[in-house]
């Protein structure tokens, strides 16, 4: 069987992190053996995207992830079971180890994933089709907005992408914090790879950071991980 196969992506996380980029191929057709690992509800909801490239980033993505985690539970990628978790984080019906997560944007996709701790991943593309001011209020706090103003007209867009994955691979690590909204997080001014939060941080986030990674040209990407591990 047709296998899609990650590039492993350097970081530098705690050694039990594992992350991947799937590059997605959009000539590919969803009947093609590369996607028999997905489960029919993943089938069905790949073909419910109206755009081919929308179904293709959803498929790829899941199928490298089934794939990745089948190899290190060594069972049938097919054979596993998806749910979500109290906080809405997806999860294997059977284990609740390795913790994973995953995120696509354009024709690339994220995959992170631990035995040891929780993990959060994003990715986005720039695009100057994009106003991004227009959900300045809705990610960035008032005090990073002014920073971003204080910036040359050319970087402000690249800062506002990484506010953005910074903060969505931040909540996503534990699903908390998602309805308080972005915005009530900081994370500029940007100081090197670190992503840390800055004061004031909510109590729920206190345990969780993240790093910039390396990222395609006109992508931005980050990569968040839980302090606490869970055996500690």
């Not at 069987?1 to 969803?30: C, K, Q, T, Y």
């Not at 690249?158 to 690590?173: C, H, I, N, P």
């Not at 308080?180 to 941080?201: M, W, Y």
Request: hydrophobic letters at 45%.
């Amino acid at each position: 069987m047709h296998s899609i196969e990650p590039v492993p992506l350097p970081h530098d996380g705690p050694p039990d992190i594992s992350l991947w980029r799937v590059d997605v191929d959009f000539n590919a057709s969803l009947d093609s053996a590369t996607f028999a690992s997905l489960g029919d509800d993943e089938r069905e909801r790949a073909r419910a995207f109206r755009r081919h490239e929308d179904a293709l980033r959803f498929a790829s993505v899941r199928a490298a992830l089934r794939e990745q985690l089948a190899r290190r539970l060594s069972i049938a990628p097919r054979a596993l079971r998806f749910m979500l978790d109290a906080n809405r984080r997806p999860r294997l019906v059977e284990l609740a180890r390795p913790d994973f997560n995953v995120s696509h944007a354009g024709a690339h996709g994220l995959i992170a994933m631990s035995s040891q701790r929780h993990v959060g991943v994003d990715i986005e593309q720039h695009s100057e089709r994009f106003d991004w001011r227009s959900i300045v209020k809705l990610t960035l706090d008032p005090g990073e907005t002014a920073w971003i103003e204080t910036l040359d007209a050319s970087r402000q867009a690249a800062a506002f992408y990484d506010a953005w994955v910074a903060k969505e691979a931040l909540v996503k690590t534990t699903g908390v914090g998602i309805a308080r909204g972005l915005q009530h997080l900081t994370v500029l001014p940007r100081e090197g790879v670190s992503a840390a939060l800055r004061d004031p941080i909510p109590d729920d986030m206190l345990e969780v950071t993240a790093q910039w990674i390396a990222a395609p040209q006109a992508y931005a990407a980050c990569l968040a991980w839980s302090l606490v591990t869970f055996n500690g």
